[in-house]
């Protein structure tokens, strides 16, 4: 199980502290929000800004584009090891990817899904994905609640994908805390994102990363 952290939930304006509490207390990944205020209301962070940031950490980080045409943004993939594009934003979801790994053929490729899109789209997928990212909030905002009936959806992929030769992540990003992180890793994720919950008390970091992996 790995645990990404979305640093859209801490203090944005101190990006070097949040890298630095990340890489002492266990994250596993850096998950960046890429919102480009057309797919998503808000608007995040550039190309210039995902270089900076894979200059001053060790951990992988995860762009999760939420941006229409993704193709256009495939500069992204030399300066990350994984990157997610939304399926609802492309009608040809399989070249996106080819583009991507075109330009860095050692990049992880993913798909992320909204909550009220079918997963079944992956069924026509094996072999293309190495992660299938499962919203369980709508994009664009930090800090909502968890959408239960997302709970499904997971369910679904891992059952679409348990035969699959090759098995691809099944992420999932939003709302994650507490009260829900074991019933989402039970349905068959083995990557969470967590943003608000990680990182709205610096000093509990490290405390919630042992109890998510001990299961507690």
């Known amino acids: 199980m790995f645990i990404a952290g979305s640093i859209i939930g801490g203090n944005i304006l101190n990006i070097e502290e949040i890298l630095k509490v990340s890489e002492e207390n266990g994250v596993d ?51 990350c090891d994984m990157i997610n594009f939304h399926i609802e934003t492309t009608h040809f979801p399989i070249r996106v990817i080819e583009i991507m790994r075109k330009s860095n053929p ?35 905002f930090a800090g909502q609640k968890f959408i239960n009936n997302t709970l499904k959806k997971i369910e679904q992929a891992k059952k679409i994908t348990e035969n699959w030769k090759s098995k691809p992540i099944i992420s999932v990003d939003g709302g994650i805390n507490s009260e829900n992180y074991k019933i989402v890793l039970g349905k068959g994720a083995n990557y969470i994102v967590c943003a608000s919950y990680l990182y709205d008390d610096y000093s509990k970091i490290r405390e919630k990363i042992l109890m998510m992996r001990k299961g507690l």
């Open 106 to 140: 050692r990049i992880k490729v993913g798909v992320a899904v909204n909550p009220c899109t079918s997963i079944s789209f992956i069924e026509n997928m094996e072999g293309y994905l190495d992660n299938i990212l499962i919203m369980s909030v709508e994009p664009g």
């Open 29 to 79: 990944w850096i998950h960046l929000d890429i919102m480009d205020g057309n797919f998503v209301p808000n608007i995040t962070f550039g190309l210039e800004f995902v270089k900076k940031i894979k200059q001053k950490t060790f951990l992988p980080l995860d762009v999760h584009l939420m941006v229409l045409n993704p193709d256009k943004y495939v500069e992204f993939s030399n300066y």
